[in-house]
Every structure is written in C-alpha cells, then in structure tokens.
C-alpha cells in the first residue's frame, strides 16, 4: 500500500509545473489537497527500535568456516609458484577473501530495497528517509581545510560521534543495516552507508545516483568533533559556514537542501517536530514548491522555534529552511528547481555523489562509477 501510494503521488508530482510568478497551479493545489487528505487520515508510524544487532564480525566469521569446510573453492586461487594468493576484498576485516564487482555491489543493493520494501514499520511507512540521512551525515562532517570527515571512515559507529545531537535517532538506520552487513561482510561500513543512501534515494523515485565504491572503516580516535552539521534553528550565514566548510557553494546548499522533501523531525532527536511535505516517503521538488506556494507562520507551542503552515496546521519548516526564500542568492534557486523536478532531480544527483565522496581516496576513477538498478527495472 505504502509503495502505491509513493507511486501514484511520484507521477502526479511531475505533472504539475508551476509558473513564472511562483504561484501553484490548480493541479498542484489538487495533487497537494489529496496528499494533505491522505497524510491527515493516516496512521503515523510510531518509532521502531530493534534489538542491538549482532556484531558483523560473528557473521564473517561464520561465512569463512563454511567456505573453508567447502574447500573454499572460488575464493582463493594458486599462484604460479604455489603459494595461495588471496584475494583482496574491499573490507578491512575480510581482506583477502575476494574481490567484489558490480554484480556484488547490485546483491548488497538489491538486499536493502527488499528491506525497505518489507520493513514498513518506521514512521510514515518507510525507513528510506533516515537512511537518506544516515548517508547524508556521515558524509556532512567533511572539512576541506583539515581534509577530515566525511563518509571514509564510518565513525558514526563510536559513541563520541554516533552521539552527536545532530545524529539522534540514526542508530535505528545503522541496525537497519546490519543484517545487511552480515550476509555481506566483504563491504565496509562506509561503503554500505553511502550505497544505502543511494539505494534509499532511488527507491523513493529519485534520480539516479552514480557511486563507486573504495571507502575504509577506520576507529574512534578519527571521530570528528561536534557541530561540523547543520543546525536547523539558524540562518543562512550559519548555512554558508557549514556547507562552505565542506566546498560547496549557493546552488548546491539548495540543492542539498531538498532532500527535506523526504522525513521529519521528532521531539526526541532534534526537538522540532512534523514532516515538511505531505509525501514524506518521495524524492520530488513539493519542498521548493511548498516553501513558496504556502504560507508560512511560526508555529505555538513549547517547542524551539519553527514555522508550520497556516493552512493544514501540519507541515512544518526549520529557521534554515526559511532561510532559503528570504536570501536572494538562495530564492533563486529555490524557485529553479520549484519550476522544474527535472532540473532539481539533475542537479540533487550531482551534488549527492560530490558529497557522499568528499575526502575519499578512492583508487578507482570517476568514469568508474556505477549506476545501479533500481528493484522495479
């Protein structure tokens, strides 16, 4: 059901074009009038935490005991002198068992989507939004000037880190992956992560992302510090320091910013509460379109401050979020890509792949990236 719902609500989506003077067409409003009736009559998906996974270890462990039972046959090879050449594997902690290539990568995704297809427990319907997030923010702790952070490393996966107020709630997208990681030990954590967030964008009908794989797990002392991550209750000068601090400039903060079309906030994380779109759980550009077309008021409540919309009283916008249509550097582009889904979808593509390699030292090259399929091709 969910996974109609996200289908109908995606093909409606690009069919509504709005024009030059920003105001929302009557197909928009009618498409926006029927996602705001849908999300209204919903249940909303209560927080869905698992028992602690078991460590990837065990299950590596438990794979190499029954190929070397088997003889290991197809996983290692002889040289010519004799001696047993392994392998190397794109894993620390699996090095030498073999080396993965596209079709690997296509199982490791292929596995996630089925996951996200099966677990419909967690908020409205899917897990892919805080995957998207999980991605997101361990790739967002780049520093450019110091050349530490970013997606190479997965040190999300230490307490200094993992408990940074800006990562509440991401635990449950790291033991959503977890089985994952066991049927797959031969991947490191920093190229699952990514390759989920891929795979979550793509399967929520976003574009296609191009990835390659070369990142390595590293341990606690290369944690990153906190504050390297954006702060929802500031502005745009907070926004151009965070964003400038990992390379990117106006358009690609904006473009970045889209991904707000997908999630929400909870009280017990951030303390900011609600979804900014009526489809949650769909890569589309309602985010730019809603930022223009609604009206925007701030919200009363005991919460920190955040603005929600005066009609439907249930969408919601951040301080940053606002900060984006009361800059005209930032509108612009906000109304670009409120225009045209394509020329967002284009641009959100380019700026995820740079993000989610900031600091890699990838052996491979950038024509040598991958496009991986989605589950309905």
Not at 94 to 111: A, I, L, W
Not at 207 to 224: A, F, L, N, Q
Not at 274 to 287: L, M, R
Request: proline share 4%; net charge positive.
């Amino acid at each position: 059901m969910a996974a109609t719902a996200r289908t109908f609500t995606r093909l409606t989506a690009r069919t509504a074009p709005i024009n030059s003077t920003l105001r929302l067409t009557a197909t928009h409003h009618a498409r926006l009038s029927l996602q705001r009736q849908t999300f209204q009559s919903s249940s909303r998906r209560g927080y869905a935490s698992g028992n602690e996974a078991t460590a990837s270890r065990v299950g590596y462990y438990a794979t190499f005991a029954a190929l070397a039972a088997a003889g290991g046959a197809g996983y290692f090879y002889l040289s010519n002198g004799g001696v047993t050449d392994m392998k190397k594997g794109s894993s620390g902690e699996t090095r030498g068992v073999f080396t993965p290539k596209k079709e690997d990568y296509q199982q490791v995704y292929n596995e996630i989507a089925k996951l996200l297809e099966e677990k419909d427990d967690y908020d409205d319907g899917s897990y892919g939004p805080v995957i998207v997030r999980l991605a997101w923010h361990c790739s967002g702790t780049y520093d450019k000037q110091t050349n530490t952070g970013g997606s190479n490393g997965a040190t999300m996966r230490f307490a200094p880190e993992g408990d940074h107020g800006a990562n509440a709630g991401l635990k449950a997208a790291r033991d959503f992956l977890e089985p994952v990681k066991e049927k797959h030990p031969w991947i490191t954590y920093s190229d699952l992560w990514t390759l989920a967030g891929v795979c979550a964008i793509q399967e929520m009908q976003g574009p296609s992302i191009p990835w390659r794989p070369g990142r390595t797990d590293r341990d606690v002392s290369m944690c990153t510090p906190d504050g390297r991550l954006p702060d929802g209750a500031k502005e745009q000068s907070h926004l151009r320091a965070i964003f400038g601090r990992m390379g990117f400039d106006d358009r690609e903060i904006v473009a970045l910013s889209g991904a707000h079309a997908l999630g929400r906030c909870h009280t017990d994380r951030s303390g900011f509460d609600g979804p900014w779109s009526f489809s949650p759980t769909v890569v589309s550009n309602d985010y730019f379109r809603l930022l223009l077309g609604e009206k925007w008021v701030w919200k009363k409540w005991n919460g920190p401050k955040q603005y929600e919309d005066a009609g439907s009283k249930t969408l919601m916008m951040l301080p940053t979020d606002m900060a984006l249509v009361k800059d005209t550097s930032f509108k612009k582009h906000v109304e670009r890509y409120a225009k045209d889904d394509g020329v967002f979808f284009k641009e959100f593509s380019d700026v995820i792949v740079k993000l989610f390699e900031l600091g890699v030292p990838f052996q491979s090259k950038e024509e040598d990236r991958m496009t991986l399929k989605t589950s309905g091709a």
